[in-house]
């Protein structure tokens, strides 16, 4: 036998999301190819290629999670004190013509 499931999404910012379910509360960060959940269940990171419907979703641990959140937090004090130095750091992969 079946069940319903409700689920609704309030986007806050490009890639910030509330979602709302009869189980809970929930918020997830990121896009299509890596997406960060932090819920009920604890922190969850979902790896996926766009597209092709594949995707890995496993448990993160809190230690992890607050070295990632430092981490962005370093990015981000340093953007607004050096642009054009962590624009260069952040995509020294791409051809110059991006």
């Not at 995707?55 to 230690?63: D, F, G, I, T």
């Amino acid at each position: 036998m079946g069940y319903f499931r409700f689920r609704k999404t309030f986007t806050i910012l490009p890639g910030v999301r509330i979602n709302l379910s009869k189980t809970g509360v929930s918020s997830s960060v990121g896009g299509n190819g890596a997406t960060l959940n932090v819920g009920k269940q604890g922190p969850v990171v979902t790896f996926g290629i766009p597209g092709t419907g594949l995707s890995y979703r496993a448990p993160v641990s809190l230690a992890i999670l607050l070295l990632v959140v430092a981490a962005a937090a370093i990015v981000g004090i340093a953007y607004l004190v050096a642009p054009d130095a962590v624009k260069t750091l952040l995509h020294w992969w791409q051809p110059r013509w991006f």
